[in-house]
């Protein structure tokens, strides 16, 4: 610090060494506010360049995993779809399988059936058949009808019988 005299000259020194000082003072003052609202509004703007980030990595993630349910949804839908397709498919083939044996079951038992009745009336046409040729007449034997003698010449045909008459 100087120590000015009473001297008017030291007067006009000490008013410009204090104006000088002030000016200082406040140039100074005016730097610590400059610099104090730079380093605030710095401050600011990366907590809201942070908050922005942030709130736009939080946005991606939640899109991102939004994307993935709505994959994983899909894809489950589809197999659920194609698992029933595929078990409908499935029904589908032994509902016609079953179908088919069971047409080719009856067919067969039919055929056997139908067979069977052949074999019984070929049988049975055999069995008339030798009734006739036991009776040698062609016709089924009646217990009602008389038997033709067997001393007829001509067995077998009563037409052609010999019948005694007198001459």
């Given at each position: 610090m100087h120590?000015?005299?009473?001297?008017?000259a030291n007067s006009l020194k000490q008013e410009l060494y204090t104006k000088e000082q002030q000016e200082k003072e406040t140039k100074e003052q005016q730097e610590k506010e400059t610099k104090e609202q730079q380093e605030k509004e710095s401050k600011e703007q990366q907590e809201?360049?942070?908050?922005?980030q942030q709130e736009k990595e939080t946005k991606e993630q939640q899109e991102?995993?939004?994307?993935?349910?709505?994959?994983?949804?899909?894809k489950e839908q589809q197999e659920k779809e194609t698992k029933e397709h595929l078990e409908k498919e499935t029904?589908?083939?032994?509902?016609?399988?079953?179908?088919?044996?069971?047409?080719k079951e009856t067919k067969e038992q039919q055929e056997k059936e139908t067979k069977e009745k052949s074999q019984e009336d070929v049988k049975e046409?055999?069995?008339?058949?030798n009734v006739y040729d036991q009776n040698d007449q062609g016709v089924p034997e009646n217990p009602n009808m008389e038997k033709p003698s067997t001393n007829s010449t001509t067995k077998g045909n009563p037409s052609l019988r010999k019948v005694d008459c007198p001459v």
């Open positions: 120590v000015f005299l009473a001297n008017p809201k360049e942070s908050k922005e991102k995993e939004t994307k993935e349910q709505q994959e994983k949804e899909s029904k589908e083939q032994q509902e016609k399988e079953s179908k088919e044996q069971q047409e046409q055999s069995e008339k058949k």
